[in-house]
């Protein structure tokens, strides 16, 4: 009969319908058909962000390093560009920021645009994210303070005292200008790290290595804190200065109160180092260092006297004092001396061991290992 055709013709429609339902809930489990979508990465407590380890690295030669590194995975999974990156500040913040950032472009990558631009992506990136500060030049002098670890070895291992052109300087402030401008470096991605093919840092294996931009490596966090929603912290658009940044930077100077003229001199002696007073143990081949440090200079410039000073002598022993009537000028030194003490540095290649420690009754640091038992 007509009716019973069209009753069977619904019929099979309808358990058609049925059996497409359910195979689209088992490949979708919780969702509503084509609609459905995948659920988002679910952001971790404010508190709770990465540790930033500083840049150690491990006793392999450089063959063993690059094997090593070679054997990591490159994720391309998940690979996603940074946004575009617009200083929020202007006048001399932004100044200071360009010089910052082209200081680190310069000294990391050397006058090579294409490195430069992927260091300045990593260092913008790192201001966007909740586990490093919240400036330009904060993150670029991240841990410079230390003689060992700080995030860019530049910034602490004595580079700033070499001096590139005028002309490939004036190069990487327009590369710098850019990118606080809106200019990304797609290829490194959301890379919160890089290293040479030819070191290997303790942090490697805890990464993921997403890119390879000729000897280099770039990683970003695993799970939450390598995708997009974890870079939207807000930057400051009000960089201060940098005492390691006054010799190479009129801008940075003249916010310390010290002369221009300093500016492309020497970046150590921008800091308000003072002359070398006297210098002990000579007569046991041991070199020691006593001298009157400028009260007004930056604590943290006190480690880049030492390691100008030091140079590159096995043992090296500096001690200085913001108090010239308490300084002595040999170890023959009394209790009120020793405690007034404002900086010490010892380097012993031998026993290898490296220490920069601070009188903290009278520059407090924030890490109570860099200060002094009294």
């Known amino acids: 009969m007509p009716l019973g055709r069209d009753w069977t013709g619904w019929l099979f429609v309808l358990l058609a319908a049925v059996a497409i339902g359910a195979v689209l809930h088992a490949s979708n489990p919780g969702g509503t058909g084509s609609l459905a979508t995948r659920p988002h990465p679910v952001a971790p407590p404010a508190d709770v962000v990465p540790e930033v380890l500083p840049m150690e690295l491990a006793p392999v030669t450089e063959d063993d390093a690059r094997s090593a590194n070679a054997r990591i995975a490159l994720i391309t999974k998940g690979f996603i560009a940074a946004r575009p990156f617009l200083y929020a500040g202007n006048g001399d913040a932004r100044l200071r920021a360009r010089d910052c950032l082209a200081a680190a472009m310069i000294y990391e990558a ?97 990464l993921e290595k997403i890119a390879i931009v000729d000897t280099h490596l770039f990683f970003r966090w695993p799970g939450y804190w390598g995708t997009p929603g974890a870079f939207r912290g807000a930057v400051s658009g009000g960089d201060g200065p940098v005492a390691k940044m006054a010799a190479l930077s009129p801008l940075h100077a003249i916010a310390l109160g010290l002369p221009t003229a300093i500016a492309g001199v020497d970046a150590n002696a921008a ?85 920069a420690l601070w009188n903290c009754s009278e520059y407090k640091r924030d890490d109570v290992r860099q200060c002094m038992k009294r």
Request: aromatic share 10%.
């Open 271 to 355: 800091v308000g180092e003072a002359r070398v007073v006297a210098g002990a143990g000579e007569a046991t081949g041991r070199d020691a260092i006593y001298i009157q440090l400028d009260r007004k200079a930056a604590p943290e410039s006190f480690v880049t006297t030492a390691l100008r000073l030091c140079g590159d002598k096995p043992y090296c022993k500096f001690m200085g004092w913001t108090n010239p009537v308490l300084k002595p000028d040999s170890d023959a030194m009394n209790d009120t001396q020793r405690a007034a003490m404002t900086f010490s540095y010892l380097r012993d290649d031998k026993a290898g061991f490296e220490k």
């Open 110 to 206: 050397g006058d090579d645009a294409k490195g430069q631009q992927a260091v300045g992506q990593v260092i913008i990136n790192r201001a966007r994210h909740p586990a490093f500060p919240k400036s330009i030049c904060g993150v670029v002098f991240q841990g410079s303070e230390r003689t060992t670890g700080c995030q860019f070895t530049f910034t602490c291992d004595g580079a700033l005292g070499r001096r590139y052109s005028d002309a490939a300087w004036i190069r990487a402030q327009n590369n710098a200008d850019m990118m606080l401008s809106g200019a990304t470096y797609p290829p490194v991605g959301l890379a919160t790290h890089y290293h040479t093919d030819w070191v290997r840092p303790y942090w490697s294996d805890s």
